[in-house]
């Protein structure tokens, strides 16, 4: 296959293992920040995905909490495919660190009672929520946690 620009379109989607987190690429500055993508997946690509009003909570919750647990988040967002996450933080290379956070802030979306930001004023798509369906995907993603170091 041609050589793409973007990481993802060179992974071959087949051969991956879900759920997993793998780290896409290193980016550096001009200053010689860092900066660190992950591929958090929680679904089998083309087999699984997360339902649309369960991916938008949990993506509201693993926002909001995971920078109560790491300092270095630029962002998390979900993929369009709907079958996981891109993670990037700036000027920390621990991945182990990473599992740690992901384990914290996915513990936070079990225990949650509400689903930050759900409203017209702060989000595009309010009336598309479920906590319940975000608190699935968290805990079947949990119950997995020993399998996140393997993508393959
Ligand atoms: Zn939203």
């Known amino acids: 296959m041609k050589k793409m620009n973007v990481e993802s379109f060179n992974l071959d989607h087949t051969k991956v293992k879900a759920p997993y987190v ?36 949990i993506e509201h919750l693993m926002a909001e909490n995971i920078r109560n647990h790491m300092d270095n988040v630029l962002d ?20 182990d660190e990473v599992l740690v956070t992901l384990e914290k802030t996915l513990q936070d979306v079990l225990e949650a009672s ?25 805990k079947e993603m949990l119950a997995k946690k020993d399998e996140w170091r393997e993508v393959f």
């Open 22 to 57: 793998r780290l896409v690429g290193v980016t550096e500055g001009v200053n010689g920040d860092k900066v660190y993508k992950y591929d958090i997946r929680f679904k089998q690509p083309n087999k699984e995905y997360m339902e649309m009003a369960g991916l938008h909570s």
């Open 76 to 95: 998390i967002s979900p993929m369009g495919c709907q079958t996981g996450f891109y993670l990037s933080i700036i000027n920390n290379d621990s991945y």
């Open 114 to 138: 509400v689903v930050p930001a759900c409203n017209e004023v702060q989000c595009g798509w309010a009336a598309n929520h479920s906590l319940e369906g975000a608190k699935e995907i968290a």
